[in-house]
């Protein structure tokens, strides 16, 4: 029971502590992240950094009285001692520790204006005392080493004892005012120095522990804070050695340029920060536009591909139905065809078309129409001879290959192109045999299909045959090409059900082999 409530205790005391469990190592190094000592107010406590044992082997904290240099050498002693202990330490995760068979320790916490030889020999004696049980598995912890007796010697005490302790491999930690010292961390290799970082305008210390950096004093300047007159401070400084003194104003400078490149690193940090912030946002923002991009086109073609195939069977419906003229069917019914094929077409055009002003066409006066002209039926998209001058209402016929269509003079554009009935036929009367005159004089005797789609093929040969027929030519040649052979059973398979088609056959050597088809029309 004394056992599990020993365990249940520790335990209380993390979670209290907000504590972490240690990475112990057996080479001496101690890197604790976010250090709080145990004994202070976790809530006000500033967590410092501390490495010792990796690349230096003698840490030496400077900085002026209150400023948190002894807190930070009880700190390292007692989370060493708590870690070895079995307890958690009140520092950040992955802190590391070291383990040592003795923890040495000489620590003064009256903090007293004067030093009497009394006060020096008390220290003096812990210090013999730690040199002589102290080897190469323990740490030892100075404060204020060498102080009590006069500075020079003090400081050359000092670091003659801190050699002693490097040369047997002993980690040390001292903390110290003597500038000497300062001087001897910054040129010695395995010596490193830090301080306790000081707001001299609030009078504050901000307990921060910033290792690579020697501390100031600053003795002149809090002095000056507090009322001291500017010319005892004069006085006091003209005491010091010049060497000194610029050595002071150095370590002003750096800790200046060091608090401007800490501020500059915070903004870096922030920056970033929001950086990454950014281009996640824009990641998402991107990710979320093709998958927008993709659900729009893939509706756009489920769309597409449903008008694409109710046009089919309109157009299929239509070529049944045309296919049936030859057979006697009923003007008034084809031409009841010809008009809901004329509407789907116009329905399907505007729903695969962008939606965009359409372009201010030429009205065409009635006077201006001539038999023979070439116009455009804009509702069916297809191109007709005008067949008949326009009457009252602006309806006139139109032939459109074998169609003669009945249209508005409003729904069409005239094609600017010479007019062969007009020109060469100005006094062979009217009718369907001006139309076979002009279309004499333009259709040629060769169709080109290369580059098509079967559809598009196909629908354009049908009109071409048409016009070819009422032309007299005695014979076209069909261009479709080689390929993979599906132009070319196509086009074959449509002369087949051509009436006025006599025969066909491939074209011969010279003629274009495979890749020709010569068909021959009935004679009327």
Request: charged share 30%; net charge neutral.
């Amino acid at each position: 029971m004394t056992k599990l409530d020993f365990i249940f205790a520790k335990g209380r005391l993390a979670i209290e502590m907000n504590a972490t469990r240690p990475v112990f190592n057996d080479e001496h190094v101690i890197n604790i992240r976010k250090a709080r000592h145990p004994l202070l107010d976790p809530k006000k406590v500033v967590p410092i950094d501390i490495r010792l044992g990796e690349d230096f082997d003698l840490l030496i904290v400077t900085g002026p009285n209150t400023g948190g240099k002894t807190v930070s050498l009880k700190t390292v002693g007692l989370l060493t001692l708590m870690g070895q202990s079995g307890l958690h330490i009140p520092a950040g995760d992955r802190s590391r520790l070291g383990i040592f068979k003795k923890v040495y320790a000489d620590i003064g916490d009256e903090q007293s204006i004067e030093q009497s030889l009394s006060t020096f020999s008390a220290h003096m004696k812990n210090i013999v005392a730690i040199l002589k049980h102290a080897d190469n598995d323990s740490l030892c912890l100075f404060d204020e080493l060498g102080a009590g007796t006069d500075p020079t010697e003090g400081a050359a005490l000092a670091i003659a004892i801190l050699n002693h302790l490097h040369d047997r491999g002993i980690r040390t930690m001292a903390t110290t005012h003597y500038s000497e010292l300062k001087v001897y961390a910054l040129s010695t290799s395995f010596v490193e120095n830090a301080c306790c970082e000081f707001d001299v305008d609030s009078l504050s210390p901000t307990y921060r522990l910033l290792i690579g950096i020697p501390g100031k004093s600053n003795a002149f300047a809090i002095s000056k804070r507090l009322g001291l007159k500017d010319h005892i401070i004069e006085a006091a400084k003209q005491q010091i050695e010049k060497d000194k003194e610029s050595f002071e104003d150095l370590l002003s400078d750096l800790e200046t340029k060091r608090v401007n490149v800490e501020r500059d690193r915070e903004e870096i940090a922030e920056s970033k920060r929001r950086i990454k912030d950014l281009e996640k946002a824009l990641e998402k923002k991107k990710n979320s536009l093709d998958d927008q991009k993709d659900q729009i086109l893939r509706e756009a073609r489920e769309e597409a591909r449903e008008i694409l195939q109710d046009a089919k069977e309109t157009a299929d419906d239509m070529i049944m139905s045309l296919n049936r003229a030859n057979q006697g069917i009923d003007v008034r019914e084809l031409e009841k065809k010809r008009g809901a094929l004329r509407e789907k077409i116009g329905q399907t055009n505007s729903k695969l078309s962008l939606k965009k002003e359409a372009p201010q066409k030429k009205a065409i006066k009635p006077e201006k129409l001539k038999l023979g002209d070439d116009v455009r039926v804009l509702s069916m998209g297809l191109k007709g001879v005008v067949n008949s001058l326009p009457d009252a209402k602006g309806n006139l016929f139109v032939q459109c290959g074998i169609i003669r269509s009945k249209v508005n003079i409003s729904d069409l554009e005239l094609i600017e192109e010479t007019n062969p009935y007009e020109t060469k036929n100005k006094n062979k009367g009217s009718g369907i045999s001006g139309i076979k005159m002009s279309k004499s004089f333009s259709v040629s005797s060769e169709i080109n299909l290369l580059g098509k789609t079967v559809d598009e093929a196909i629908h354009e040969l049908d009109k071409y045959l048409d016009d070819a027929y009422l032309a007299h030519l005695p014979s076209v040649r069909i261009v479709h090409g080689k390929g993979t052979g599906a132009l070319r059973s196509a086009v074959v398979n449509h002369l087949k059900r051509i009436k006025y088609i006599d025969s066909f056959r491939q074209g011969e050597f010279g003629e274009g082999d495979a890749g020709v088809t010569i068909a021959v029309f009935k004679e009327k």
